[in-house]
Structure formats: C-alpha cells, structure tokens
C-alpha cells in the first residue's frame, strides 16, 4: 500500500479511461479486502482474485462509500509514508466498511 505504488496506479486508470481502455489487476494484492479497498480507491474496477476471496472482497465494496474513499485517499497518494495500510484501515473502521 506505497503511495508512490497507488499514484503510479492512479496514473494508469486516468489514461486508460482517457483512451476508453480497461485495466485490469491481476494478482494476490487485490484477494484481500483492505488492499482490495485501496485498488478501488484508486479507480480500478476490475480485480482477479482467487474464488475464496470473491465473498470477503465483495461484501467490502458493497459497504463502501468511493467517493467518500478517493476524498480521503486523494492526499495520501502523495504522502511521503512507506504505507497507507494503517489511514486505510483507520477509513474503513470510521466508515464502518466491512473487512
């Protein structure tokens, strides 16, 4: 959950939709909840994820708010922080979004 990682991602999402292209993330990053929460926060919308993670992943995004979440995420992408796992989980816990 680097912040220089996400703006990089960020960037991506913001020129794909500029060229009407999708993007898609493929990995272990997007099965879990809390990093899943930060994906979407940065505009992906679509993530693989192996079939045990689908349930937990999901039930996140349908209590989450994401224009409330790029708000807040918005100013971390830029912050100097290692990770933003901890003002992520502290958003979700607020939020009261479900991980």
């Known amino acids: ?6 703006l990089v ?5 913001e020129a794909a939709e500029r060229h009407k292209k999708p993007v898609t ?3 272990e ?3 879990r909840p809390l990093e899943a929460m930060g994906l979407v926060g940065v505009g992906l919308t679509s993530i693989s994820m192996v079939p045990s ?3 937990p992943v999901k039930a996140m995004i349908m209590s989450l ?3 409330k979440l790029w708000s807040f995420m918005e100013p971390l992408l830029r912050s100097p ?3 933003i796992r901890g003002d992520l989980l502290e958003f ?3 939020q009261g979004v479900t991980l």
């Open 65 to 67: 708010d994401r224009a």
């Open 25 to 27: 993330l493929c990995g």
């Open 92 to 94: 979700a816990q607020r």
């Open 9 to 13: 991602m960020r960037a991506i999402v």
């Open 1 to 6: 959950m680097s912040p220089s990682a996400l």
């Open 53 to 55: 993670a689908i349930g």
């Open 29 to 31: 990053l997007g099965g």
């Open 81 to 83: 922080a290692h990770s």
